[in-house]
């Protein structure tokens, strides 16, 4: 079996680059050794930050990807990084300044790289609707999995047991989250209603349309298993990302207003979420750890509220990182005393009757 250290050597390649791109970068704004330090240091902070917020995200790919096809899952390994990273990193905060200011990509780009101040400024400006849309697309992917009939195992037993038995009734995850958003758009300041509600209705119906495309696409290839759980899963998987992308892109121009830094930092910590992806499919740590996929869909549930929280005050990442790590690790301490308490009931060899020796 391959070590720990195997699965993250090409994060640790991409840290060593990247901080040293990061130094660069910062001796290139500054022109001195204080100011490359600041970047250097900026950089690892970032990449912390992502760490702490997408661990629930690897652990939900690959719940996801332990079910796809061999190909699909080095599909979503190789170009699903590629969009993560350059995708969501760079293009996402470049495509929200190009609407909300009406202005082109490589005018935003300039703009990026020569007013940082103001690109901030306008990402910040369209951060009730980021917050909006990715509320209401996690709090879906979490609810879903919860109000599940064929959920067999449950961690917090009195509540998600509760919910198990309320899967009967149609729509009901829907009607919650359209029960939240409509209490948000009550209590919004003037002026921001109409946009937050918009996002979270397209929140809302990205996941259905996502789900939908997945369910058409998977009975369509059932006469191919080798096709089964492909596309439609690595779409899921893709919007997943970007939703679980949105806080850590946002929190990060808190540090920093400068957009290459956040790409560098940010990349960094979704190349460790990818190694910790293919290490939890390749060992079956889901498997093996009972409770681990519930802390991570627990954490999801809370992040959403928190997102949405965050279109009223501002609630700090570390806040977020904390409480997300904090179930995740509850959930891996129950399902290590679980399997300890396995161990201990499980009958011994020396306990076992003889076999008669027929002989």
């Known amino acids: 079996m391959r070590t720990a250290i195997h699965y993250f050597r090409w994060a640790f390649g991409f840290t060593a680059v990247g901080l040293v791109l990061a130094f660069w970068l910062g001796w290139g704004y500054s022109g001195n050794f204080t100011g490359a330090l ?30 796809m096809t061999p190909e699909w899952q080095h599909r979503f ?39 940082p101040a103001e690109y901030a400024r306008i990402i910040g400006s369209a951060h009730v609707s980021i917050a909006a849309f990715g509320g209401a697309f996690l709090m879906m992917v979490a609810l879903t999995y919860f109000i599940d009939e064929g959920k067999e195992v449950d961690w917090i037993a009195a509540l998600e047991r509760r919910l198990r038995a309320c ?3 149609r729509g009901l995850e829907i009607g919650f989250v359209l029960a939240v958003v409509m209490l948000f758009t009550w209590v919004l300041p003037p ?47 893709e919007v997943l990302d970007a939703s679980f992308s949105f806080d850590g892109v946002i929190g990060a121009f808190a540090l920093t207003q400068n957009l290459f830094l956040i790409a560098i930092g940010l990349g960094i910590g979704a190349m460790y979420v990818r190694s910790m992806t293919i290490m ?12 681990l996929e519930h802390g991570a869909f627990w954490s999801i549930l809370i992040l959403s509220g928190i997102m949405f929280a965050q279109t009223l005050m501002h609630i ?8 997300g790590a904090g179930f995740i690790g509850l959930a891996l301490l129950s399902s290590v005393r679980f399997n300890r308490a396995c161990a201990h009931s499980a009958p011994k060899a020396t306990d076992l009757p003889e076999t008669p020796n027929n002989s």
């Open 316 to 323: 700090p990442e570390v806040i977020t990182g904390l409480l």
């Open 167 to 169: 899967a009967s009734i």
């Open 77 to 115: 390994l190789t170009w699903g990084i590629v969009i993560a990273v350059f995708g969501m990193r760079i293009l996402f905060p470049l495509l929200i300044v190009v609407i909300a200011a009406g202005i082109g990509p490589i005018e935003a780009l300039v703009l990026a790289a020569t007013k």
């Open 280 to 291: 939890l499919v390749e060992r079956n740590t889901l498997a093996e750890l009972r409770y």
């Open 191 to 237: 002026g921001t209603e109409g946009s937050f509600l918009f996002a979270a209705v397209a929140g809302l119906l990205t996941f259905l349309a996502v789900e939908v495309l997945g369910q058409v696409l998977d009975r369509a290839s059932m006469t191919t298993e080798a096709a089964k759980g492909g596309l439609g899963a690595f779409l899921y998987l």
């Open 38 to 67: 600041s970047f250097f240091l900026i950089a690892g902070v970032l990449a912390v930050l992502e760490i702490s917020l997408s661990f629930d995200n690897a652990i939900v790919n690959a719940n996801k990807l332990k079910d």
